[in-house]
């Protein structure tokens, strides 16, 4: 089976850093684009980041120029480095692996990880 866990969330004051990390485990054939996404209460959740294998990056406009995604294709590791955080950065963060295609299956699927919460008082 496939298995994303999220780390790194806490408590944190505003302008602070964090980083977070997602390790993906399991028998894997194939993995492509992976990302970040986060959903505060009582809304939607929305997209934060996403890297391509090759290294390709996309940024929400709300958080371009202070978050940056990365991974480690050896590790099947994906991180999220969060600068300057604002309280409106409070929420919960996902990490997902797009169109995983599992040795055991053969079938590509995309996977969620449980989320790991992030709060940035004021």
């Known amino acids: 089976q496939v298995q994303l866990v999220e780390s790194g969330g806490g408590l944190v004051q505003a302008g602070g850093s964090l980083r977070l990390s997602c390790v993906v485990s399991g028998s894997i054939f194939s993995l492509n684009v992976m990302g970040w996404y986060r959903q505060a209460p009582g809304k939607q959740r929305e997209l934060v980041a996403s890297?391509?294998?090759?290294?390709?990056?996309t940024y929400a406009d709300s958080v371009k120029g202070r978050f940056t995604i990365s991974r480690d294709n050896a590790k099947k590791m994906v991180y999220l480095q969060m600068n300057s955080l604002k309280p409106e950065d409070t929420a919960v963060y996902y990490c997902?692996?797009?169109?995983?295609?599992?040795?055991?299956?053969?079938?590509?699927?995309?996977?969620w990880g449980k989320g790991t919460l992030v709060t940035v008082s004021s």
């Open positions: 890297i391509t294998r090759d290294g390709s990056r």
């Open positions: 997902k692996a797009d169109k995983v295609v599992a040795i055991a299956t053969l079938v590509g699927m995309d996977y």
